[in-house]
């Protein structure tokens, strides 16, 4: 079944799970996982809102914007930022080469930029560069005898409403988990986990490249700093209901009816709509799910449902 994305500004939570075989990670590989996936965001040009790396799975919050332009400067240094720590990145070189290249001009170096561009701002080329280099780094550690992928089916994807009751359940999804997962009692304790707003000083410079470009955004996205507070919908501190893990990770696309309904057609040429929860605090959250059809019906093989 096609992943459903947007060519425009969107926001998309992820969750990746490890084979059933798999051992699970330690401290030492979760620390590493989280390390990396920064640094393959910021390749990406990919804007972590939130991200956590559980012992069996990762989960993040991402935002994304496919009209991002990207100049041969801030090509290069993203490609460094990308081979931290090798002596030559996948091109076969290094950014001062690359640097040169790009510089040459001609035929070779609008070449080298739609190869680097085609990687940067989609949501399926920043998981399959997460997840390659987090496989190579595991298999090459633990001396695995054949390599192998690490991971179980494909990578699941919601694209999300940047609506603050939407988004906020979402992000308290994400923030929750290792509580959930029963790691630790207050989540805010869990070392292997990332918020937009914790990001620290040393990523000052980032952060105002991600304003400025903000500030280029149309004027949905910029309701983005109202959304940082995640949205309360926990009670007495209680994580959410345990089925919400399925609940909100089997979604396409999630949020009030009105915006589900719109990119259920868009998606599989349909208008269905599901309530994730009879709560309270989500009673506008709904989302368009995949489903089968019988074979010969009139239907499309896959849609929300």
């Known amino acids: 079944m096609a992943r459903y994305k947007i060519g425009e500004l969107g926001s998309y939570y992820v ?74 990145g996948y091109l076969g070189y290094d950014g001062d080469r690359l640097a040169e290249l790009l510089a040459a001009g001609g035929e070779g170096a609008e070449k080298l930029r739609v190869r680097l561009r085609s990687r940067m701002q989609d949501l399926s080329a920043f998981m399959k560069t997460l997840k390659q280099r987090l496989t190579m780094s595991y ?106 893990d399925e609940w909100l990770a089997r979604a396409v696309v999630a949020g009030t009816a009105s915006f589900v309904r719109k990119h259920a057609r868009r998606w599989r040429k349909q208008g269905k709509t599901t309530a994730l929860a009879e709560t309270e605090d989500a009673t506008e959250l709904v989302a368009a799910r995949p489903h089968r059809c019988r074979t010969g019906a009139e239907a499309p093989s896959s849609g929300p449902g």
């Open 139 to 244: 298999n090459r550690r633990h001396a695995r005898i054949g390599g192998g992928s690490l991971w179980r089916d494909r990578f699941e994807s919601t694209l999300v409403q940047e609506r603050a009751s939407i988004y906020g359940v979402y992000r308290e999804h994400v923030q929750t988990a290792p509580a959930r997962a029963g790691l630790v009692e207050e989540a805010s304790a869990y070392p292997h986990a990332y918020r937009m707003e914790d990001e620290p000083t040393a990523y000052e410079e980032q952060r105002v490249r991600r304003r400025k470009r903000a500030a280029r955004w149309d004027p949905v996205a910029r309701v983005a700093d109202s959304m940082i507070p995640p949205y309360l919908s926990l009670r007495d501190g209680r994580p959410p209901l345990p089925e919400w």
């Open 15 to 88: 969750r990746s799970r490890l084979r059933p075989e798999m051992a699970g990670w330690g401290e030492r590989e979760c620390a590493g996982a989280l390390a990396l996936m920064r640094r393959v965001a910021d390749f990406s040009g990919v804007q972590l809102v939130d991200a956590v790396v559980l012992p069996r799975e990762i989960q993040l919050l991402v935002r994304l914007d496919p009209r991002e332009e990207v100049p041969d400067e801030e090509l290069v240094r993203r490609y460094r930022v990308l081979m931290e720590g090798e002596e030559v």
